[in-house]
């Protein structure tokens, strides 16, 4: 801030005068300061001009110093008036404050006003970069600031992709591309994919052919890891069953290799393997590479190294925090803690806008785009709808094309979710492509996501929410009327017949003592034999009172239902309060409550009427996720 140091406590004396005047007075008032010189941003924070005139008396006026932005203040001056609030006398040595803005500089200039102390940005013994933290352009600008020139950083492992398979061609000349020949996709796409994760180098292996012996496979292979120092290798195709795939063979009886896992439960990716190979120094010290060996379909091989190579490169810098597996030695239970803090991508819920086949032998990540979509009665909160990107063969690379994530569908049929098809507007969650979470510190952690739970447990996301509503009032006489206005804003605010299949709806008396309140809520809720949701609304006073929540008994019957429900979704219940508060601050008295009830067979959630179109809209957005979350 351009301005001019001053001392508060001249400011201290200045206001004492000015409150004690009347309108007249205060209209002849006038503030003047002498200059006590000029400090510009690089300048110590002693240094004046020569231009001063020393040797004038300051006449007892008090004094200020001209300071520019980025200036350090001098010393025993301890706030800046803005250059806009003053004017500067002809003769370049007086300072007033412009009279229009007496008042205000009086009444706001305090002790360090428009003044940054030294240390305020950073604070002493701040972290500015984390151990395992991806460098952004904002780490650089903090070093710099910090006045760190150099840091150690982690080795880039280096990757290494590799084609197999007769038919391919390095060239995409389409004169050569005859007689069972194609060219190479799945090179040009892995090294292009990789290059944008950020933590990797990817290297180029060429293309190896399905009638090289094993020994030539495996020597060129060790070469590429123990001489050129490959990290990783990425395999594509020779994977299989076939009478030609022999990959597995070269990394295992070939390289001395370790298979971990040698078919995955997913599409595509069936065939998918994952290997280690070590070798062990003159020292003892044991060196681990790692292969991942992936079917030979473009698609598949992409959306593998997507799922499977990159949060394993980016669990490579952060590494394993070993305090939670120090007391075992089981190698088993350190891999599922690695596995369970690994960084995985962003996760939202879509719903489809066509309705799409489920796969009965395997669940599916299906590629689709997404659009923004605002919520219909709510325009400040929006969902998201997926659309397909068309045929979802694994060779079909156009279905890469425009998606923007992986949509997790169920396995289909009687030993899957029980259905055959994912209708339209049903809710899935989608993993997004471009924004992962890898490079932010509090991204998502695999055992905390939507996909961790999906895999878990296969989730039969329900084709409409079954609702059942339970109304509680103190005025029975008068409840008809505003039990209806409340089932028809539920029913507008989480989508209407299309979403929401009302089951009940049953009016519960609470003009009663907790025992019997409890009581009454018990036998409405369990009664909602056929209902996933429940919603239980309190009603608030009618008539003249219609500005009034029966405070007690809203207590009442939200600490009845906490006491009757599992697994507490108190997030999203405090979620609910404030988008009820937003449109009447009176649902801020109303204590939410979100949990499970019926043996897990239903959510519930607990609301006054009060805000109450809001309330139905943000769970409209949550609830196959709740569900999701609590029945796990």
Known sequence: MDGYAVKTSDLVVM?????????????????????????????????????????????????????????????????????EDTKEAETGQIMCIID????????????????RPIGCDIAAGSIVLSKGEKIQPVHMALLAQCGVNQISVKYLPKVGILSTGNELLTT????????????????????SQLATYGNCKPHDLGIVSDDVSIEMISDKLQNVLWNDGIDVIISTGGISMGEKDNMEQVFVEGMGGQIHFGRMEMKPGKPTTFITIDKESSDG??????????????VSASVCTELLVRPCLDLLHHGVDVSEVVNSLDEQVFIRCAVDNATVHCELMATLTTDVKLDKGRPEYHRVSLERAPCPHDKLYYSYQATTTGVQRSSRVLSLRNADGLMMLPRGGKLGCGKDVAKTGEAYPVLLYQSSSYSMRSGT????????????????????????IVV????????????????????????????????????CDVDA?????????????CGMNNANAIFVVVLGKSGQESNQLPFRTGL????????????????????????????????????NVVGLVRNASSVLIACSDRGLGKTGSVVRSSLNHLVAMLKN
């Open 15 to 83: 206001k004492k005068l000015y409150d004690g005047m009347d309108e007249k007075e205060r209209g002849n008032f006038r503030i003047d300061f002498v200059l006590d010189g000029k400090v510009f941003a690089g300048d110590s924070n002693t240094a004046r001009i020569s231009s001063i005139d020393k040797s004038s008396s300051n006449g007892g006026y008090p004094t200020a110093v001209y300071v520019t932005t980025g200036a350090a203040v001098p010393n025993e001056y301890d706030a800046v008036i803005p250059v």
């Open 100 to 115: 229009d803005k007496i008042a205000s500089v009086l009444a706001t200039t305090k002790p360090w006003t428009w003044i």
């Open 172 to 191: 995409n000349n389409k004169d050569q591309c005859q007689g069972g020949k194609i060219p190479d996709a799945n090179r040009p796409l892995l090294l």
């Open 285 to 298: 010290t044991i060196w681990r590479k790692l292969v991942f060996a992936l079917p030979g379909n473009p």
């Open 445 to 468: 952690r695999f055992e905390e996501s939507m996909h961790r739970r999906m895999i878990k447990k296969e989730i039969e996301p329900s084709e409409k929410m079954h609702l059942g």
């Open 472 to 507: 509680c009032t103190s005025e029975n006489e008068e409840a008809n009327g505003r039990v209806n206005k409340v089932r028809t804003i539920l029913m507008d605010s989480l989508g209407k017949e299309e979403n929401v299949k009302l089951v009940d709806t049953v009016v």
């Open 513 to 525: 003592s907790y025992d019997m309140i409890a009581q009454r809520l018990n036998e409405a809720v």
């Open 556 to 591: 009442d019957v939200s600490h009845a239902l906490r006491q009757m429900t599992t697994k507490h979704a108190d997030a999203l219940a405090m979620r609910l309060r404030k988008a009820a508060s937003s449109e009447d601050t009176l649902a801020a008295l109303f204590e």
